[in-house]
């Protein structure tokens, strides 16, 4: 069995599930293949049905859901409410999909013929999650898999198995048949190998580490790849920004669950005219974080998901005192009284200079890299002073500045005067350059990872 532990107290532990062994995996494998034979056959709509009733369940447990969630993650119960909520929209937004037109009829130049566009189907998909928003992420790559009538197994992380079981089950309630949908757990040094021996398609959610691993292992074999990876976002404030507004945003983008979220700021430009001014509201925002346990209605930042995470977080703040960062706020592990045996970290505030460790490497916790430029011009290429690509937001009240700043920034995401996470499930979701792959996740575009396009010619008439 795999064993889950509480992030806000490792003592007790929340769950456990199967750690299946390889030809466990196998075997789902083969079922996936029959039940995706049946599934893809289903018509549009009543695969649309089921993603309707999946979502009507979901929002009427939402609760069940908030709390396993906040047991399993660590995430405040008003994050975990959001995320049940958003889960649902993604069921409803992609079974309107059966409405759309699913193909082209094209003219062709041979006498009685017809060409048309048709959109399959890719057949058994491997989706593999993380743990920081572990019913959401599923749900964004369920939606658009079940809807074009793939079959898929779902990797669930061995942090957060059980919310995705809950998940399962409620597409199964809702009448998904057997086997169209598998949750796979079990350790990474078991099933791995029969993990990716037979998918028709890989969808990832996770680090650029097992991202590359994906990208070795599938390319010779020519399996598609989606992976969403690492990122390093990036908050500016020009010199003209309302700088309330801006602290206020910035301190909701970096610390909301802990700052374990795909989309977090974990790096803030600030124009050197506005920083001292700038760093006193940030520090006042901070100062009013309440850290504690996800269940208590007064906490609003929660503990990190897993211990070994905690401990690597602190080292990257380690490193940065060492490597001459300033640390402003917070920067240890809050353990009196009832913290004393959970995930905790402080939300943390580092001035660096660009180039230092925790200016370029991915954090993944409630700490924010903090430098100014001189000008938009600095700023700008400070913005894009990373490998990642993720998502990035500029405060400025030019309307030109943010319009260039939207033409220059090397992000699949950009914000003005809003934060760099948030984005809706109608919203094209994927990042740039390290960040990411070609396929697009969310909206229109998200069902292009889970299709392929067949060209079918008829001769009609003689
Ligand atoms: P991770 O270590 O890459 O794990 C992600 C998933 O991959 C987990 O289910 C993990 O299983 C599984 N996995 C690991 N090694 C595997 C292997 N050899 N074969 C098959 N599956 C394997 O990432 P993480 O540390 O959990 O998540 C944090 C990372 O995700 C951060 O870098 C973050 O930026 C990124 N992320 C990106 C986005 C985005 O949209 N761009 C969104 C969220 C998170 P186990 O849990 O069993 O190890």
Redesign the pocket.
Known sequence: MLEVRDPADVRSVVAEVPAMTAAEVTAAYDRARAAFDGWRRANPLDRAAVLGRAADLIRARAEDGAVILVRENGKTLAEARVEVTKTADFLDYYASFARQPWGELLSDARPGTSTSVRVEPVGVVLA??????PLI?PARKLGPALIAGNAVLL?????TPSIAIWAARLLSEAGLPADVLQVVTG??GEI?GA??ASPDAVTF??????GA?LRRTLAARNVRLQA????KNVSVVLADADLDLAASVVVNAAFAQAGQR?TATSRLIVDVSAAAAFESRLRDAIAGIVVGPGLDPATTMGPLAYAAHRDGVLGHVERARREGGAVVAGGGRPAAGALAHGCYVEPTLVNVAPGQSLWRD?V?GPVLAVATADGFDQAVRLANDTVYG?SAAVFTTSLSAADEFINLAQAGQVAVKLPTAGWDVHHPFG?FRE??SAFKEQGAPGLRFYTRIKTAAVRFAW
């Open positions: 593999i999650c993380p743990w920081n928003d992420t990797k669930a992380a061995s942090q350790r990474n791995s993990l990716l959610t996770g680090s650029n580490e097992v691993l969403e990876l690492g990122g795909c991915e993944f993720l990042g960040s990411g």
